[in-house]
Every structure is written in C-alpha cells, then in structure tokens.
C-alpha cells in the first residue's frame, strides 16, 4: 500500500513536503506520479518520475515551485511544494505505475495511496 503525509494548512507563499511511503512492496521499479484533485474538479496530474529517476516531468502550473523526488532506499518519494498558491488547496495522491515509466494520465496507475490534504490560505 501507499501512505501520503505531510499535508495540512499553510500560508500563501509557503511550503509543504509531502512524503509517500510503500509498504509491501518496493518502489524502485515503479514509475511514480503524483495527482490532486480540488473540490468540483477532475483529478489532475503534478508530476511524475520514471523508475530510473530520469528527467521528473511538472505540470505547467506547478512548474518551478515543486520538486519530485525519491529515495529508494526509504522505500518513499517526496513531493516539495513551494511558493503554495490558494489555488494549489486539494487532494494529494501518490500513485504507482507498474510499467516503471510513469505519465500524467491517471488510469495508467495501478495502485493509489488514499491522499493528504493540502490546504493553502491566509
């Protein structure tokens, strides 16, 4: 399974670091996506990052301010979230795709953790 922590509340302008923790399992041949989904919106996808740690891929919105990372000795991967916008508040989900390479579509994943909440407000 998958275990998100590290959300909460925080200011505009401020940071978060997320964590995703596997148990059963290890991470170092999954490719590894994170997605959130605000209140009345679809699911989108952050970022993600291959099994072999290439070049991690942003969204456009969240290009510059976060930073995909992973430990594989840790069995974890990060998400720091900096420069938080109001419009960043949602539901933060890791997820694994067994295939290693990782994307941005979300039916791609074959197992989720069952998400933070990051809340970002003044």
């Known amino acids: 399974q998958l275990v998100e922590s590290g959300g909460g509340l925080v200011q505009p302008g401020g940071s978060l670091k997320l964590s995703c923790a596997a148990s059963?399992?290890?991470?170092?041949?999954?490719?590894i996506g994170w997605f959130r989904q605000a209140p009345g919106k679809e699911r989108e996808g952050v970022s993600y990052?291959?099994?072999?740690?290439?070049?991690?891929n942003y969204a456009d919105s969240v290009e510059g301010r976060f930073t995909i990372s992973r430990d594989n000795a840790k069995n974890t991967v990060y998400l720091e979230m900096n420069s938080l916008k109001p419009e960043d508040t949602a539901i933060y989900y890791c997820a694994v795709d067994a295939s290693g390479w990782g994307t941005f579509r979300s039916y791609e994943y074959d197992i989720w953790g069952q998400g933070t909440q990051v809340t970002v407000s003044s």
């Open positions: 990052i291959s099994s072999g740690g290439g070049r991690p």
């Open positions: 059963g399992f290890t991470l170092d041949y999954y490719g």
